[in-house]
C-alpha cells in the first residue's frame, strides 16, 4: 500500500519536480524549521541554567545572541535545503542562495558585533573602577566604530565572493584607493594612533599636571586627535596627541615627594657662634613640620655679599598649594627665629676704599 502510494505521487508531475519530490521539499522545509527553533530554545534553556551558576555575565551575552535569531533565518535556512531536492529554475536558485548567503553573513556579523559591545562595555565598567572613564569612552567609541566597519567591510566582501564576482581587482582596487586615503589623512591618522598610545602607556591622565616643552597645566580632556590642557594663566592648550608622544612630557601628579634646596645669605660680620647655631635653628623650624623631612644644612662658602648655607628638604606630597602652604610657614619661623637671634639677613652691598694722594 505504501509503496503503491509512493509510486503514484512518483507519477505524478508537477512543474519540474513529481508531487513526491514537492512533499519530501515541504516535510524537510517543516523539519528543518522545527529542528533549527528546538536546537535554538535547548541552548538558551541551558544557557540560562549555567548563567545562574557562574558570577560571568558572558553567559548573558550568549542568551542575548541567540535570544534575537528570528524565523526568516531559520525559514532561509530550511528553504535552501529543501529546494536541493527540487528541480528549479536557474534564476530561482540563485535567488534562493543569495539570500541565504545575506542572512546567514548578516546574522554573524550581529552577532560578532553584540560580543564587540559586550568587551567595550566591559572595558568601560572596568575603567569607571579607576577614575578614568571620559577617556576610555572617548578611545572605546573609536575602536568600537573601528571593528564594526572592519567586520561589515569583510561581509560584503565574503558576500560578493560568494555570490561569484571576482573580488581580486576590487580589493586591489580598495588597497589602492586605501594607501591614496591614508597619504592624505596622516597626519589625523598619526594623531588618532598617537591618541590610543596616550591610553595604552598612560603616561598622563585626566587632572595630572603636565610640563611641554614650555608649555604646562592641567589635563582636561584626552580626545582621537588633540588633547586640551588648562594651563596656570587660565586659557586652553590644545595639543595635537602626535607631538605629545614625540616630546618630553614632565608627570607632576606622578611626583611622590618634593626636593626643595634653598640658599640662606647672613651678612658678614655676623659672629661665630651665631653662625653656628644656624643650621640647629633651620634643623628645628624643619623638623616642625609635618609631611618635611630634613635632608641637610650646612655653611657652604663666602659669597661675594654674604656668608652662605645651603638648605635641603623633602616634601612628602605631591599637592603644590600644601607644599607652598610649608615653605612659606618654614620662612616666616626663619625669619622671625633669625630676628631673636640678631642674625642679619644679607643683601646686596659693595665697599669702596677711597685712597688720598
Not at 526568516?72 to 536558485?93: R, W
Not at 595604552?200 to 597645566?217: M, R, S, T, W
Not at 607631538?243 to 634646596?261: D, G, I, P
Amino acid at each position: 500500500m505504501f509503496n503503491s502510494m509512493v509510486y503514484y505521487l512518483q507519477s505524478l508531475q508537477f512543474g519540474s519536480n513529481t508531487v513526491f519530490d514537492w512533499i519530501q521539499a515541504l516535510l524537510l522545509f517543516v523539519g528543518l524549521n522545527l529542528l533549527l527553533k528546538i536546537i535554538q530554545v535547548i541552548i538558551i534553556v541551558r544557557l540560562k541554567r549555567l548563567a545562574g551558576r557562574t558570577r560571568t555575565d558572558f553567559d548573558d551575552v550568549l542568551i542575548k545572541i541567540f535570544t534575537r535569531i528570528k524565523p526568516p533565518f531559520y525559514i532561509l535556512v530550511s528553504i535552501y535545503f529543501a529546494t536541493q531536492m527540487l528541480s528549479v529554475s536557474g534564476l530561482a536558485e540563485r535567488v534562493i542562495y543569495v539570500a541565504f548567503v545575506l542572512v546567514a553573513i548578516y546574522e554573524v556579523i550581529q552577532a560578532l558585533s553584540r560580543l564587540v559591545d559586550y568587551f567595550i562595555d566591559k572595558y568601560i565598567r572596568a575603567a569607571e573602577e579607576n577614575g578614568d572613564v571620559e577617556q576610555a569612552q572617548t578611545m572605546a567609541s573609536a575602536a568600537s566604530v573601528f571593528v564594526k566597519v572592519v567586520l561589515w567591510a569583510l561581509g560584503i566582501v565574503l558576500a560578493l565572493s560568494n555570490l561569484g564576482l571576482n573580488i581580486t581587482s576590487l580589493v586591489a582596487s580598495l588597497g589602492i584607493g586605501g594607501i591614496a586615503v591614508a597619504l592624505a589623512v596622516q597626519n589625523i591618522l598619526g594623531d588618532v594612533f598617537s591618541s590610543f598610545s596616550i591610553y595604552a602607556d598612560k603616561p598622563f591622565k585626566l587632572g595630572d599636571f603636565i610640563v611641554v616643552g614650555q608649555d604646562k597645566g592641567v589635563v582636561e580632556k584626552i580626545g582621537l586627535k588633540s588633547t586640551r590642557i588648562r594651563t596656570l594663566q587660565g586659557e586652553q592648550l590644545v595639543i595635537s596627541n602626535r607631538e605629545l608622544t614625540s616630546a618630553r612630557v614632565q608627570n607632576f601628579k606622578k611626583l611622590e615627594k618634593r626636593r626643595t634646596s634653598f640658599i640662606i645669605g647672613v651678612a658678614y660680620g655676623t659672629v661665630l657662634e651665631k653662625l653656628k647655631s644656624i643650621p640647629d635653628i633651620v634643623t628645628e623650624i624643619i623638623q616642625a613640620e609635618d609631611k618635611v623631612e630634613l635632608d641637610r644644612c650646612h655653611f657652604v662658602g663666602f659669597g661675594d655679599s654674604s656668608l652662605n648655607f645651603e638648605t635641603v628638604f623633602y616634601f612628602d606630597s605631591p599637592d603644590y598649594g600644601e607644599y607652598m602652604d610649608a615653605l612659606q610657614r618654614i620662612n616666616f619661623a626663619l625669619y622671625e627665629r633669625f630676628t631673636e637671634a640678631g642674625i642679619e639677613f644679607a643683601f646686596p652691598t659693595q665697599t669702596i676704599h677711597l685712597a688720598r694722594d
